[in-house]
């Protein structure tokens, strides 16, 4: 519904122009692609299952999507993530 009423990207406020919602997108796909493989019992690699079940582990992260507080920890988190490795690179 949101893809509707903002417009899905040419406009200024459309959908994908934000990172959260692409993740949701991506966490969808991923989701509806391992229904699918289970449903049609489609033969496909334990590596290829692997990724598509961390996608799930992002959904959690859709509840990010509507908590403001939690949005800005997250995104200070992601941000603090290169910083944190440049210590680490430094042991």
Avoid: C, H
Wanted: proline share 2%.
């Amino acid at each position: 519904v949101k893809s509707i009423a903002w417009g899905l990207y040419t406009e200024p406020t459309a959908y994908l122009r934000d990172t959260w919602n692409i993740m949701d997108l991506l966490v969808l796909i991923a989701s509806w692609a391992g229904l699918l493989f289970m449903v049609l019992k489609l033969s496909i690699d334990s590596s290829s299952v692997v990724i598509l079940r961390m996608f799930r582990v992002l959904r959690a992260f859709r509840t990010v999507q509507k908590v403001d507080g939690l949005r800005v920890l997250v995104n200070a988190l992601i941000k603090a993530v290169p910083l944190l490795l440049r210590v680490v690179s430094m042991f």
